[in-house]
């Protein structure tokens, strides 16, 4: 187990080349769709738990082949636990994707760490995926390729750019090493456990 500074927080398998996450026992799995109001669709694994043990990050499958086109759903890391959501919400109501992005234009070494950690987000995502599986997607489905290897935090397409304080966050409790979601923990001032210790109660 890896823990981030506050140890409110606990990873299984963490970020590293053999993509060792936790697998979803059943109780996860009724647990995450209490924590999302849906089934959820192609989750690999649990990369992050509450103190309380409930999951709080998950890890998405990158390719999504139960409809009938090829999709990417390139959020690698989804932000499930609805007392953080519901914070991070107000993060963003309140103007702080505005901030990050006045922040990124006016710090070089800022914008250069944030372009970082956009690339070793789409680097996670690609490893998720077979190689012959992305040779399949790049030639006949190359729009779909680039958004998998290219797109970066929450799928944004620009490597200066914040699209989802969620998915920044979710990226910094995984591997601790994402510095918009540093600021939105740090943000948080401690207000990182719900008091009910109930996902339904605080949806």
Known sequence: MLYIPSGMFFHIGGVDVNNNWEQVSEQDYKVIIEQLGREPRGVLGIACRCEFGYPCVIVNRPINTEVETVTVFPTTFWLTC???????????SSGMISEMETKIAQEKQFAEAVR???????????????????????????????????????????????????????????DGNNVIGQIVYDSLKGDISCSSINCAVEN
């Open 82 to 92: 609805p007392h953080l959501k519901k914070a991070v919400s107000q993060l963003e």
């Open 116 to 174: 970082e950690n956009h690339l070793s987000h789409a680097e996670i995502r690609q490893s998720l995926v077979p190689n012959e599986v992305k040779q399949v997607l790049a030639k006949n489905y190359p729009k779909e390729f680039q958004v998998l290897v290219k797109t970066g935090v929450g799928g944004i397409r620009s490597q200066s750019g914040v699209k989802c304080l969620h998915a920044h966050l979710a990226d910094f409790l995984v």
